[in-house]
């Protein structure tokens, strides 16, 4: 073997991004999609996975570091790479036993795939649509609240939309009590 031949095999073999890249060039999607059904512990259709497979026509570019996997967040996963851009939005199947997920969730006790939970049809709407709330948000010692007006009926736990006094962008929050919503982060 001669030396450009096995510098040529070296830097092939030191390139992150060819593990990751399908027979055309494109990040492989299935190594990606196995990588999102392993981190949620759910699989494609189960209860806290993905709701369908990765649609195969995305064409993007090999992420040259490992590709970022957000926590669950208001029903999906993002799946980030920081470097060159590009984020895909995946959609969760809803948890069918959110009681359990609920009780896990305040022991500390929950994978992943438990975190994105239904509201639980039985316990009465607190909030009302048109209802005036008490719009939280805060963090790490400090606590900034605004009058805002409920845009749907919403029970304890749930996320509902709102909608500053003062005329401000839609907000998603989460009902902690009767008038007080705590706004989601993203």
Known sequence: ????????????AGTP???ATDAAGFEDLGKLEGRV????????????????HLDRRLKL??????????PPALGAVALRCESLG??????????????????ATAVGNTSPAAIYQPVQ?????????????????????FTV????????????????????ADKGQIVIGMVEDSGRVRASAF
């Not at 059904?37 to 369908?52: E, F, S, Y």
């Not at 049809?121 to 010692?141: C, E, S």
């Open 1 to 12: 073997m001669t030396r450009t031949g096995f510098a040529l095999i070296l830097l092939m």
């Open 17 to 19: 991004a060819m593990a």
């Open 37 to 52: 059904i392993g981190a949620l512990d759910a699989d494609v259709g189960q209860p806290g996975g993905p709701v369908t």
């Open 61 to 70: 570019q090999p992420c040259p570091q490992t590709v970022t996997i957000d």
């Open 86 to 103: 590009w984020r895909i939005r995946v959609p969760l199947v809803k948890s069918p036993n959110a009681q359990a997920v609920a009780n």
């Open 121 to 141: 049809p039985q316990t009465p709407a607190l909030i009302k649509r048109g209802d005036p709330v008490q719009l939280i948000a805060g963090d790490g010692g």
């Open 145 to 164: 609240s605004t009058a805002a007006v409920a845009q749907e009926d919403g029970r304890l736990g749930g996320r509902i939309r709102v909608k500053p």
